[in-house]
């Protein structure tokens, strides 16, 4: 069974086991969406997002929930105020009027061996829960889109999430759908 816990300063120890020495994907450290403009991604990622991510999850400024199978962590999933992921607001097809009022959940982390499991979709419900206890009435997602040709996504790809999962989960897309990635929310009724 899929065990889900919101992240805390001590879970850190299971955030660098499951990111293991290359930070989830390419040294992101989940760093992606926090860049700040004129930032050089090439310098960042690796040591010196781990550290940024690090600190911010020390300050409890970054948040998120982590799976766990048998007690090991493997997955990951980000979720903050949408204001606190500025690079969202500079991606033009995912600008919105509504900002101040979103948590955004950009990213998963799946461990390779633990996807199609399940984990993604334990992960969505649980921040879904984590961002209702802090009052949050609007969360947004960006999956990405479905493949032109109706063949699965490869997981390298898949980090912001599937449409399919979002829409089970009841989120509805918004905002334009001709390029980029598609913006969807789920309100609080």
């Not at 990622?45 to 991510?53: D, E, S, T």
């Not at 009435?137 to 996504?153: C, D, F, K, M, N």
């Not at 912001?160 to 789920?186: H, I, S």
Request: proline content about 6%; charged content about 25%.
């Amino acid at each position: 069974m899929i065990e889900t816990r919101e992240l805390t300063p001590t879970l850190w120890p299971d955030l660098e086991r499951l990111f293991g020495a290359n930070g989830a994907c390419g040294g992101c450290w989940c760093m992606h969406w926090r860049q700040q403009r004129g930032e050089d991604w090439a310098t960042m990622k690796g040591a010196a997002n781990r550290r940024r991510f690090r600190a911010l999850v020390q300050a409890s400024r970054a948040h998120g929930v982590l799976a766990y199978l048998d007690g090991v962590p493997v997955g990951w999933a980000a979720f903050d105020r949408r204001r606190d992921f500025a690079k969202l607001d500079r991606a033009p097809s995912l600008a919105c009027d509504d900002a101040d009022r979103v948590w955004s959940l950009p990213c998963f982390f799946v461990k390779a061996g633990y996807r199609n499991r399940g984990v993604a979709s334990a992960l969505l419900a649980a921040v879904v829960k984590a961002v209702r206890r802090r009052r949050g009435a609007l969360i947004e997602a960006y999956p990405v889109r479905p493949s032109r040709t109706g063949q699965a996504i490869p997981a390298a790809f898949a980090w912001t999430g599937t449409l399919p999962m979002f829409e089970a989960a009841g989120f509805v897309p918004v905002g334009p759908r001709d390029r980029g990635k598609q913006r969807m929310r789920l309100e609080r009724a």
